[in-house]
């Protein structure tokens, strides 16, 4: 195992994608934009909203404003990926360390681990309240890595898009991709998972590697 889990939380953590989803098409015809919502779905997963909006001339800001306030009416809540308890308190038990490096707000994410009993698994979370410029700059994992004493070749970033792995590539630690809907099975990375449990076998010394359920 690693000794450090730097964790992405939507799509990585929490499947937070369904209500994400349902905000994001409704924005979308607030703004006259007429695409399916598993186009929208693939450009954001390998993308982001950003790329979406703005390669059809909407501005960022605006279309975001608005999605927001779709999602905060949302009143289903977000739930953890199966397996997501047991994987993060093994590694716990093991004496590794669990963070998490996200853009979500810092309510949101404290809210969503308190709520299903996650919270005390992390040494340290790291919400975009934090001021951290936005993956895939690498800043806020080398705050972490340094502020924690982490050694670089012991340190996994895991996430569920392209930009979690660049970030963690140019922070020089491992990389490890989430990637249960199979969309992103072309992106080098060292690790490639498809169910939670799966990142418990995980270890430095293995590297380009594909877990298969």
Known sequence: ???????????????????????????????????????????????????????????NSEFVQVFHQYERKIVRPALPFAGTKNTLQKIQDNGSSNFVLSHRDENTLNDLLSRHGLLNYFSAIYSIDTGFPRKPNPAGLNYIIEQFSLVKEKTVIIGDRPMDIQTGDNAGIYTCLFDQDHLLDDLVVDFHVYRMPDILSLSPIQSNTEITP
């Open 1 to 59: 195992m690693f000794d450090a889990y730097i964790w992405d939380f939507d799509g990585t953590l929490f499947d937070t994608y369904p209500n994400m989803m349902t905000a994001v098409m409704r924005a979308l015809k607030d703004f006259d934009l007429d695409i399916g919502d598993e186009d929208a779905y693939r450009i954001i997963k390998r993308h982001s909203i950003k790329k979406l909006v703005e390669s059809h001339g909407i501005a």
